[in-house]
């Protein structure tokens, strides 16, 4: 099992910055892959970052070029680097991994994430 917990969410202004962490617990050795997603009321949960074991790293459109992910050395930590935050980033951003042969995924419970003047 691999369990997930996601810190680092709040307020920002518009055009601020703010950095999410994800950490994962349980048979880590066994991950294929960490990604971020993120839902706002009234909409479908959609893909923001994601990097594979290998390191090979995807980003949604709507934050390229904004938004970094990187992972620590140990590779049980996933970081999001958000900048030029813009009030449609506000969501609720979940940490979520997909590991072991068969694919099992696992979830965090989510940081919000608002952004606002």
């Known amino acids: 099992q691999v369990q997930l917990v996601e810190s680092g969410g709040g307020l920002v202004q518009p055009g601020g910055s703010l950095r999410l962490s994800c950490v994962a617990s349980?048979?880590?050795?066994?991950?294929?892959?960490m990604r971020w997603y993120r839902q706002a009321p009234g909409k479908q949960r959609e893909l923001v970052a994601g990097?594979?074991?290998?390191?090979?790293?995807e980003y949604g459109d709507s934050v390229q070029g904004r938004f970094t992910i990187s992972r620590n050395s140990a590779r049980d930590r996933i970081y999001l680097e958000m900048n030029s935050l813009k009030p449609e980033d506000t969501a609720n951003y979940y940490c979520?991994?997909?590991?072991?042969?068969?694919?099992?995924?696992?979830w965090g419970q989510g940081t919000q994430v608002t952004v606002s003047s």
């Open positions: 349980g048979t880590i050795y066994n991950i294929n892959v």
């Open positions: 979520y991994a997909e590991w072991g042969s068969w694919g099992t995924t696992s």
């Open positions: 990097i594979s074991s290998g390191g090979g790293i």
